[in-house]
């Protein structure tokens, strides 16, 4: 079972990964004890507002696909994804910029996540096993992941 940081996590790191970003490493076991995810960019403070409002909202949302996936309450998405907030994504709502709370942006950005979401998975599942990546292996393992699953749809 995947865990919901590992998802999390993984959904930020998709999120440099896609916006062509290096990424340091992405940690389930951060030295910070405040924190139970981190996914450590190089050079942040280069990064534009925009681009760091898409990959703060990453981690929730993939957090709130997880947790919608395995439920069947029949709740709202809204609702899927103020729970990922609360559950560990109050973080990145500062960093996001108020792009959470726009439901075009959100729904935009999870349809472009779920056209990629074996490789998020894969990559979810990896960071379960081993705790931390480097952000070179986690994009690797998220290229390779859309490969194979691309050459099984073929």
Do not use: N
């Amino acid at each position: 079972m995947i865990s919901a940081t590992s998802i999390h996590e993984a959904g930020h790191a998709w999120a440099y990964w896609r916006s062509d970003l290096p990424l340091r490493y992405i940690t389930i076991r951060p030295s910070d004890p405040t924190a139970i995810g981190v996914c450590r960019p190089w050079r942040p403070r280069m990064i534009p507002i925009s681009t760091m409002a898409v990959i703060a909202s990453a981690g929730p949302i993939a957090q709130a696909v997880l947790t919608q996936e395995g439920d069947d309450q029949g709740l709202d998405w809204e609702d899927y994804l103020l729970g990922a907030v609360m559950a560990g994504g109050s973080c990145d709502l500062d960093k996001a910029a108020g792009m959470l709370d726009d439901q075009d942006s959100t729904a935009a950005l999870r349809t472009a996540m779920l056209a990629d979401w074996p490789a998020l998975l894969a990559l979810a599942t990896a960071l379960d096993e081993s705790k931390t990546i480097p952000g070179r292996a986690a994009f690797q393992l998220l290229a390779d992941s859309l490969r194979t699953e691309g050459a099984r749809d073929a």
